[in-house]
């Protein structure tokens, strides 16, 4: 069943009303045309008014959407010659993390990227989205193999966060997630790092560091999930709207903050409305900004990536 959020509402039964005028010309033969055309103008308009004025919470609410784009729909719309590489070397293969090698138009790149699930199984499969420490250490390690030969690589972030059970911790998480930063920083390859969805604390940050971060429009990126930052500061989860407010996990938020290096607008209604086109503009996004890298040298990528991160905080004093 299809999950509509509350200020989506009006706009879908509109939507369905118009499917339903279009089904019945169809079956009758009959002209309603004019009709469906007011409401085809109506929705149009409601539509730009819901989006233009969303709110932090209701911007978190999309980038959870089950609908949208996972990793694995990106790589079947982008690359070409896709091998997925497994495992940790360490005996371990964290299905909550995806990694391989394919053709991005003519170039050949590594691409890693959270993996959620579309229903309960997969979701379990998965961990909805949350890596454990042998999650990390695969991405490190075809992220090491990258570096190796010379090839871009591209990370896609979606994750409520790095999975915060006793066995995770047991297994090294916040080692794994600090390796990670520590490493990336060092590869002399670019790198272009992209928060489809969810951009959930270190979980997020531990295939975050790039020379580029990109931000769908409608994603987040935060320390803290809404509702983890309203039960430490005020002990009631449903105070999250309030916490999204304050935390500025919004992308355009993030642009404004220097945190991410370009918001690229997704397809009208968001991109759980439409896959295809939500995954070509990103697509295109992507291309830009590798081909903007072309032509650095090791020492200049890393160079611009330590820019990038040491800008992240910087206060001017106007006094």
């Not at 994603?219 to 930052?229: A, D, M, N, Q, W």
């Amino acid at each position: 069943m299809e999950l509509v959020l509350d200020f989506e509402r009006p706009l879908v039964e509109l939507t369905r009303r118009i499917e339903a005028l279009r089904a019945a010309q169809a079956l009758e033969g009959t002209n309603l045309g004019a009709s469906i055309g007011e409401l085809q103008k109506k929705a149009d308009r409601l539509q730009r008014q819901i989006f233009a004025s969303l709110t932090p919470w209701q911007r978190a609410l999309l980038s959870r959407h089950p609908a949208r784009p996972y990793t694995l729909d990106y790589v079947k719309g982008w690359l070409t010659e896709w091998t997925e590489l497994h495992g940790d070397r360490a005996g371990h293969d964290d299905q909550a993390i995806v990694g391989g090698i394919g053709l991005f138009g003519t170039r050949r790149v590594v691409l890693i990227g959270h993996q959620k699930g579309r229903n309960t199984k997969e979701n379990v499969t998965r961990n909805f989205g949350m890596a454990l420490p042998d999650g990390y250490r695969k991405a490190l390690r075809l992220m090491k193999l990258a570096d190796r030969f010379g090839l871009p690589i591209i990370t896609l972030i979606d994750t409520p966060g790095a999975y915060p059970g006793i066995d995770a911790e047991a297994r090294g998480q916040a080692e794994a997630i600090a390796r990670n930063i520590l490493e990336m920083s060092t590869f002399g390859v670019p790198i272009v790092c992209c928060v489809i969805g969810e951009g959930g604390s270190g979980g997020a940050l531990a295939i975050g560091v790039g020379n580029r971060v990109l931000m769908f429009e409608h994603s987040t990126y935060s320390v803290i999930s809404p509702e983890g930052c309203a039960a430490i500061l005020w002990h009631d989860r449903a105070e999250g709207p309030r916490a999204a407010e304050a935390l500025k996990i919004t992308s355009h938020d993030c642009h404004a903050l220097g945190v991410a290096d370009e918001v690229v607008t997704e397809p009208p209604g968001g991109a759980h409305r439409s896959q295809d086109a939500a995954i070509r503009a990103l697509g295109e996004a992507v291309e830009r900004h590798l081909a903007s890298l072309d032509g650095l040298t090791p020492a200049e990528l890393r160079a611009d990536r330590y820019e990038h991160f040491r800008r992240l905080g910087a206060i001017e004093d106007r006094g």
